[in-house]
Structure formats: structure tokens, C-alpha cells
């Protein structure tokens, strides 16, 4: 799981702290973790992977989405997308890796040449099988003349060509001079319109991994001590998720540092009686989950708790809006309306970003509650649902679960923390 705050610190800042406890969670023998985390047991086998047969069922889904918009095919290249359609999981760098999808008949993949062996195994396991059209390019040849003569052999290189969001300018600027008489547009109102909506498979892999992490979140709250780094607490915490069979991690952010949404490279300590806000998840067969609990070790000042009711009033007005035909803005709109009544607005001069994003495979997609975007709810659409108010030089405060849209509204995947010192309602 990436860490927003690993990627910004370098490793001697790590090395600056000096730490009153050690890095418990480093250890490999399970008992010399603390006991609410030892004792956690694996749930792996809650979790059933994605059949063949959805994966056919969403390439028939593409196909109408397709002909409803016109277009005669669309691109992937590696990416959640192309693991969405196939099962596939790519690495490639520069060297285009590609699957064509076509509106009518069978795809076809354009391949590096080294690389065919490595394809062919796991294209043999998607939809498409071990008898599928794979075009093979090699180091001194053109992928893109490989896609153009494929577009040709369907009898659409005249067609409209769907590229998926996350294709390369490199790629499109090859496949565009390759292949002039076709026409490249936007693939999302069919990548977008297929995973946007969740079946009741997805549904289940994404309750199991919110639950999931935050029980790994709750054994890390039940371990920590004051004088732990943030490096221990997040240590306890990808090791808590290990135990319960998945890979998950989160960012830890102390006092005032809370108040930086995304985090801070500084250095920092846990004390009693100071702000703790942790925010990560894990993926279950490639489902994200995304929680944030803010708590503290010890007793919260009066401010602190005012704060965190603000906040967990603007959550609950943020999932009494959310339903199907709701605009995802005005689920935004319900919550920040709470903060600045509250009086910690205007806009977004404390509760600094949306309340919240789509999510899926990826931890952040589409479609987002933003002020303007006037995107329907629809069932089974999957959300955040994360406000948060950070005073800079004192505090921040977020609460953030995983929404599921339902026929009549909305549930979250996970009980809403009930309090900075009881921060998961029980003991």
C-alpha cells in the first residue's frame, strides 16, 4: 500500500528521531508484537477473487457502452483499467503494451516482443483465452503500426477509437500519426461508466477490506504508548493488517502536524494528550479501502472535542444526502455547510478539500463530490466520506469511512468514530 508520507520523507529523517521504544512491528517474530496485534487472526478466506465470467460480463457491458457512444473500440494500456476487463496486471515502461477492445467481434493485444511469453501466460487466463490475437512488435519495429494494422483487419481503421485516461501522451501521439484516418477520443464514458457502478461482489470485497483496516487500526490504537515514532505506529500497523492476511499501511500525522491534510516530512512523537490522525487501507483482491480515525492518548482539550463533533455532524450530513439522483456536489455542499455554520469557513479556508471520491480498484476515482459536478448518484456507486477542519499551528481533525449508495440512500462500510478518546466505541 503507498504511503503518501514515505514517498515525501527521505530515509534520515527517519533516522533524526530519536525513539523512546523500538520499531516493535520490524520484528518477524509474531510474539514480539504487542498482544492486540499478535493475536489477530488472518481473513483471507473471506475473500473470493473476481470469476472469468464477470470479467466477460463487464467486456459485454464495455461493448454496449460502446455502441451507445459511438465508438468502434477502445485502448487500454497497463493499468486498473486493463486488470478491471482481463485479470491482467502489466508493468511495461515505454514499450507499449496494449488491448483493443472492440465494439463488434474479437480484441486483439499488441505486445513487445520479449515480453510474449509473459503476456500469452496471462492473457491465457483472461476472457479472451489462449487462442487470442496477440501482435507482436520487436525492439527496432513500431507498436503503433501493430494497433493501425489491427484497427484495419476489423474493418474500423476509419472507426472512433476510445483511449483509456491513464494512456501515455507517447502512446497517443504514435497511434494518432500511425493510424490517420481513425479518430481518438476519451474512453472514459465506457471505463468510467463500467467501474463506476459496483456489483455485489465488489460490494463485498470493499465492506471485508474496510473492515479489515480498521481492525487493524483499532489493535494499533490498543499498542500505542507515548514516546512512539510515527515510524513505530505505522510499523504496528501494515504489521496488524499482515496478520489479518492482507498488505495495508497508513500515514501518521501528531499535533500539529494533523493539520497538514496529506501529511509532513517533520519528524514527530507521539504525546499524551496531543492529536493522532492515521488515514490509510489495504486492498482485498484489488479493492481499496480508505479510513481515517483521529484520536488522542490521554484527555482531549475542550477545543479538540468541539472540533470532532463539527466534523462528525458534517460526515453524518455528508451520508444523509448521498442517495440515488443526489448530485455529488451537494454531498459537499451538506457537509461544508455544517463546518461553516460552524464558523470554521468560509469555502475552504479550514475544511480545505471535497468531501470525498470515488472508489474501487484504485483508492481515488470517479466520480468525485466536488462542488459543480453535477454527476447523478446511482446504486452501488462507492464513495469516502471524509470531512475534516485543520487549524494550522494546532490541529486537524478528520473523519473518514467508506460510503456504499444504496436504492433508498446510503450506508458506510464502518461504524463513524464516536469520540478522540473512545475512537472505537468500545472499552
Same mark, same amino acid.
Given at each position: ?35 492486540? &496485534?499478535?493475536?489477530?487472526?488472518? *481473513? ?5 477473487? &473476481? ?70 501466460? #496471462? ?6 483465452? %489462449?487462442?487470442? @490475437? ?5 525492439? @527496432? ?31 497517443? @501521439? ?15 464514458? =465506457? ?12 460490494? %463485498? ?18 499498542? *500505542? ?9 505505522? %510499523? ?31 519528524? #514527530? ?7 493522532? *490522525? ?76 471535497? =468531501? ?34 485543520? &487549524? ?36
Amino acid at each position: 500500500m503507498f504511503s503518501r508520507r514515505r514517498f515525501l520523507q527521505t530515509g534520515s529523517i527517519a533516522a533524526a528521531v530519536t525513539a523512546t521504544l523500538p520499531s516493535l512491528a520490524q520484528a518477524k517474530d509474531k510474539k514480539a508484537l504487542p498482544s492486540a &496485534i499478535a493475536r489477530l487472526k488472518s *481473513l483471507s478466506s473471506d475473500a473470493s477473487a &473476481i470469476s472469468l465470467t464477470e470479467r466477460r460480463e463487464r467486456q459485454e457491458k464495455a461493448r454496449i457502452l460502446m455502441r451507445e457512444n459511438n465508438l468502434s473500440a477502445i485502448l487500454m494500456t497497463e493499468g486498473t483499467s486493463l486488470t478491471y476487463f482481463t485479470g491482467m496486471r502489466w508493468w511495461g515502461g515505454e514499450r507499449l503494451f496494449a488491448m483493443v477492445l472492440t465494439a463488434k467481434g474479437e480484441s486483439f493485444y499488441v505486445c513487445p516482443g520479449f515480453e510474449e511469453g509473459r503476456a500469452r501466460e #496471462q492473457i491465457a487466463k483472461s476472457p479472451d483465452g %489462449d487462442k487470442s @490475437d496477440v501482435r507482436i512488435w520487436q525492439e @527496432d519495429e513500431s507498436p503503433y503500426g501493430r494497433v493501425a494494422q489491427g484497427l484495419s483487419d476489423r474493418g474500423i481503421a476509419g472507426g472512433t477509437v476510445g483511449l483509456e485516461e491513464t494512456v501515455k501522451f507517447v502512446f497517443e @501521439d504514435g497511434l494518432r500519426k500511425a493510424a490517420p484516418t481513425a479518430t481518438f477520443v476519451s474512453a472514459t464514458p =465506457v471505463t468510467v461508466g463500467c467501474r463506476m457502478i459496483k456489483s455485489p461482489h465488489e460490494i %463485498d470485497l470493499m465492506r471485508l477490506a474496510s473492515k479489515i483496516t480498521l481492525m487493524a487500526y483499532e489493535a494499533t490504537y490498543h499498542s *500505542l504508548k507515548p514516546g512512539m515514532t510515527q515510524q513505530d505506529v505505522e %510499523d504496528l500497523i501494515e504489521a496488524a493488517h499482515r496478520n489479518l492476511g492482507f498488505e495495508g499501511a497508513a500515514d501518521v500525522q501528531v499535533g500539529e502536524f494533523s493539520a497538514f491534510p496529506h501529511g509532513s516530512v517533520t519528524p #514527530q512523537v507521539i504525546r499524551e494528550g496531543t492529536i493522532v *490522525l492515521i488515514d490509510g487501507g489495504c486492498k482485498v483482491e484489488g479493492y481499496a479501502s480508505d479510513i481515517t480515525r483521529t484520536f488522542v492518548l490521554g484527555k482531549a482539550s475542550d477545543k479538540m472535542n468541539q472540533v470532532f463533533d463539527i466534523v462528525h455532524k458534517a460526515q453524518s450530513a455528508a451520508l444523509a444526502t448521498a442517495k440515488p439522483g443526489a448530485e455529488c456536489g451537494s454531498v459537499d455542499a451538506a457537509a461544508r455547510t455544517v463546518i461553516t455554520e460552524a464558523g470554521y469557513g468560509p469555502d475552504y479556508k479550514y475544511f480545505k478539500h471535497r =468531501v470525498g471520491h470515488g472508489m474501487g480498484m484504485d483508492g481515488h476515482e470517479w466520480p468525485y463530490l466536488v462542488r459543480g459536478n453535477e454527476t447523478k448518484m446511482q446504486p452501488h456507486m462507492t464513495f469516502s466520506d471524509e470531512p475534516g477542519i485543520y &487549524i494550522r499551528g494546532e490541529f486537524g481533525i478528520r473523519l473518514e469511512d467508506d460510503m456504499h449508495i444504496t436504492e433508498n440512500g446510503a450506508e458506510l462500510f464502518t461504524p463513524q468514530s464516536p469520540s478522540l478518546e473512545n475512537p472505537f466505541g468500545k472499552g
